[in-house]
């Protein structure tokens, strides 16, 4: 349904200038991760530092509350206003969560070869928690927080570029509670719409480190320790995604009743995506991200979701 009246050059730079508006809030959000993730700031400079390279950002990750509003759909709203579209969902039953990822406006990425947030869109993916699935003590903090938000549900991405909760801090009692029945619970309490992770593309980098486990050594290397759930490198049944990601840095987070301890927070992650078999023939250089294995698999995202769990900083490794 075409509009009459709207001639293509008017419509073009509408379109542009909704883009340079939806960067400036990636840029936002990008922003509020890197000043509060000190691990994986240094993790992007040091990976731009070898051959001075550009990064390209795979996705962005959410994590929200499933219930009354406040789930998926509050901050996809924004992503699908900016020319996003919803794609697979993924299910997670064992932790009580549910996703869908969402793909970048196509063409968009003309004019733009720049650094992160100013390369190729990034995807998205965001996640919710069953909330109606978990016990009914867990199910009343996250209400009362979640309630306590009035309409904040209707601005989760300003809330995500502000970095801001959209609701009271809780008591340091209520974080335990619900860190004991579901970790991610806990971290969406305190850490609300941030950024949970970026994801490096490593197959668009020109040095070494476009090869995943050589981008894992290095990181290593330099002292930083990888999410080691089910491995260091999480591969899709397929073969062709191949992802890993660092263990979530900590901040320190003042409860409401006065107590301060730290609090898991974001961390960094590393995606190669292989060329699809049916462009197996196409040489190197006209290879484009359109050829190469979409989308997101449970099966790594499962392992993934433990990045930021406490079990892994301070168990084993
Ligand atoms: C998301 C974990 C899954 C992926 O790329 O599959 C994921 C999270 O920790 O919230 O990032
Ligand atoms: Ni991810």
């Not at 990636?26 to 691990?39: C, D, F, G, W």
């Not at 927080?145 to 601005?155: A, I």
Request: charge should be neutral; aromatic fraction near 10%.
């Amino acid at each position: 349904t075409a509009k009459p009246g709207n001639p293509p050059q008017q419509s073009q730079s509408r379109i542009k200038g909704a883009e340079s508006f939806l960067r400036n809030v990636l840029a936002s959000m990008e922003a509020v991760y890197l000043n509060r993730n000190p691990s994986a700031k240094a993790i992007l400079e040091l990976v731009r530092s070898v051959d001075n390279d550009k990064i390209c950002y795979d996705h962005l990750a959410f994590r929200t509350f499933g219930t009354d509003g406040h789930g998926i759909d509050s901050l996809a709203n924004f992503f699908l206003d900016f020319g996003y579209t919803r794609q697979e969902e993924l299910s997670f039953p064992a932790k009580k969560l549910k996703a869908f990822w969402f793909s970048p406006p196509p063409n968009s990425d003309a004019a733009y070869d720049g650094d992160g947030v100013h390369g190729p869109l990034p995807r998205v993916f965001i996640s919710e928690l069953l909330v109606d699935l978990m016990s009914p003590q867990t199910q009343d903090i996250i209400r009362k927080y979640t309630g306590s938000s009035h309409k904040g549900k209707k601005h989760a991405a300003l809330a995500s570029a502000l970095g801001s909760l959209t609701w009271e801090k809780p008591s340091h009692s209520e974080f335990v509670q619900l860190a004991r029945e579901s970790e991610y619970a806990a971290w969406s309490l305190v850490n609300g719409y941030a950024v949970n992770h970026v994801t490096i593309s490593t197959h668009r980098l020109k040095s070494h480190l476009r090869n995943i486990k050589n981008l894992n050594e290095f990181i290593e290397e330099n002292g930083y320790k990888l999410n080691s759930e089910g491995g260091v490198l999480k591969v899709s049944p397929d073969g062709l995604l191949l992802q890993s990601s660092t263990l979530a840095d900590s901040v320190y987070f003042e409860f409401s009743d006065g107590i301060t301890t730290t609090v898991p927070c974001s961390y960094i992650e590393f995606a190669e995506r292989l060329v699809l078999p049916q462009f197996k023939h196409l040489p190197e250089t006209e290879v484009k991200e359109q050829h190469r294995r979409d989308g997101f698999e449970v099966g790594n995202a499962d392992k993934i979701f433990e990045s930021t769990s406490k079990q892994q900083h301070t168990g084993k490794a």
